[in-house]
């Protein structure tokens, strides 16, 4: 049974929550019904509010919280991941220095095999055309004969000046200024001589 808005009512101080130290009269106060539920729909505003106040406070406290967790746990997780990058560097750089250890090793035993084999040929080519010490001896032996040989024709006029002159005849540089030889004085002094 609903009754009209126009009829007072008296509202007793448990439904309001409201202290009955701080309003003694309000027992006596005549209100109506609408009056009394719009107080008690605000009381229940406000109750609400402040429900909804703590609850964002509690919230914001867990969200703090979570925060920091999440935080801890990434600074974790950033810490793992940058130590196995770390470790996975170090073996990076091992492994450069065994493949810079190789690659000076095939370049040494490169250059030690190219200069071995061109000294090789060297001494092959060497062998090949210089003469044996036996082919040196009898080379020397020919050339003091020949060195002989040259002493006794520079001895014999093999240093005359000798061209052709006319009809194919020899002719022979004479010196001039030296005397005559011979029972007809027809031998002459070669230049030189």
Not at 109 to 126: C, V, Y
Not at 136 to 157: H, M, Y
Request: aromatic share 4%; hydrophobic share 40%; proline share 3%.
């Amino acid at each position: 049974m609903r009754e009209s808005s126009h009829e007072k009512t008296r509202v007793p101080i448990a439904m309001t929550g409201r202290d009955s130290s701080a309003l003694p009269n309000e027992l006596d106060v005549p209100m109506d019904q609408d009056s009394v539920r719009l107080g008690l729909l605000m009381e229940t505003a406000q109750t609400h509010q402040k429900l909804a106040e703590t609850a964002i406070e509690k919230l914001s406290q867990h969200t703090q919280s979570l925060e920091s967790a999440v935080r801890d746990q990434i600074q974790r997780a950033l810490v793992d991941a940058l130590e196995t990058v770390h470790v996975e560097a170090q073996r990076a750089v091992e492994a450069l220095q065994k493949m810079k250890r190789a690659a000076n090793m095939r370049i040494t035993l490169w250059t030690l095999g190219l200069t071995a084999t061109s000294a090789a040929i060297a001494l092959f080519i060497a062998w090949w055309v210089l003469p044996t010490p036996a082919e040196i001896s009898r080379l020397r032996t020919e050339r003091d004969e020949l060195a002989s040989n040259i002493a006794v024709l520079n001895q014999r006029g093999a240093r005359a000046d000798l061209r052709r002159c006319g009809a194919g005849r020899v002719c022979v540089r004479v010196d001039l200024s030296a005397p005559r030889y011979g029972a007809s004085s027809d031998y002459l002094v070669i230049k030189g001589y």
